[in-house]
């Protein structure tokens, strides 16, 4: 006779992590222990950490309650994407700048993501159905908050830092587009890191969402090797375009720090 597994750790077929009580606790516990860490650490963020903790409690229940709805109709799918979009754009411009040109972080997570939306929905490979467009924009459109939220923060304080090289590069002839750009390009390129390693190390390090998601739905690994290289691609497409646009933004004065 086969032994049981131990109550609360056994999920069944098709499920990462079993959905109980002890989860919850667990979550709970983490959440504590990533405030008491930031905390005793004097990183800063021991609020924001906490912060950021309830309010994901909160958006994904609401989400939960509405998905179903959502996804039932191409249109409200559209405005769903279009809400994602907006508050990425709110949140990565004001990581940016505390000033009112926050809302030219459309440009860079826009023209980064939407090509490949278009791509994929032109192409057919993205059934146009709420269910595959609503998680394959929310990747998207959270890679390329992160890379402009990034990109545009090192750059305006890279610029603040060295502002003596940019007037001593102004003095030598430059433009002020390409002194600011001569001096804060480099600071914002590292911003597309985190993405390169995770493309690097994938399936060595981490197995991604995507690759997990569909191996628990039924998919083989090959189709879901395929599925999870084309995100990693696409990411890696949507952040160095976002990361461009974001330097000319900055090189331009369009944002400020």
């Avoid at 222990?33 to 650490?41: F, I």
């Avoid at 924009?137 to 090289?165: F, H, K, V």
Wanted: aromatic content about 4%; overall charge positive; proline content about 5%.
């Amino acid at each position: 006779m086969a032994a049981r597994p131990p109550v609360g750790l056994a999920a069944p077929a098709g499920q990462l992590l079993p959905v109980t009580p002890l989860l919850g606790v667990l979550t709970g516990l983490l959440l504590l222990g990533a405030v008491a860490a930031a905390g005793w650490g004097l990183l800063g963020h021991g609020r924001d950490v906490l912060r950021a903790g309830v309010r994901a409690v909160v958006q994904l229940a609401a989400v939960a309650l509405v998905i179903a709805w959502v996804v039932g109709s191409l249109w409200t799918s559209a405005l769903f994407v279009l809400l994602m979009f907006t508050v990425a754009v709110r949140t990565a411009g004001r990581r940016m700048t505390a000033g009112p040109e926050w809302w030219w972080a459309a440009a860079p997570i826009g023209l980064g993501v939407l090509p490949v939306l278009a791509l994929l929905l032109g192409t057919g490979l993205l059934p146009r159905q709420g269910l595959s467009v609503i998680p394959v924009a929310g990747i998207l459109i959270g890679g390329g908050l992160t890379a402009t939220s990034l990109a545009g923060r090192r750059a305006l304080d890279e610029l603040r830092q060295r502002r003596g090289e940019v007037e001593a590069a102004l003095a030598l002839g430059f433009e002020e587009r390409d002194a600011r750009l001569e001096i804060c390009r480099t600071a914002a390129a590292t911003s597309l890191v985190p993405a390169l390693d995770q493309t690097r190390t994938v399936g060595l390090v981490t197995l991604p969402g995507a690759f997990v998601g569909m191996l628990l739905g039924g998919a083989s690994p090959v189709q879901a090797g395929a599925v999870q290289l084309f995100v990693l691609v696409a990411l890696l497409a949507v952040e160095s375009v976002a990361i461009v646009v974001v330097l000319e933004l900055v090189g331009r004065g369009y944002v400020v720090g």
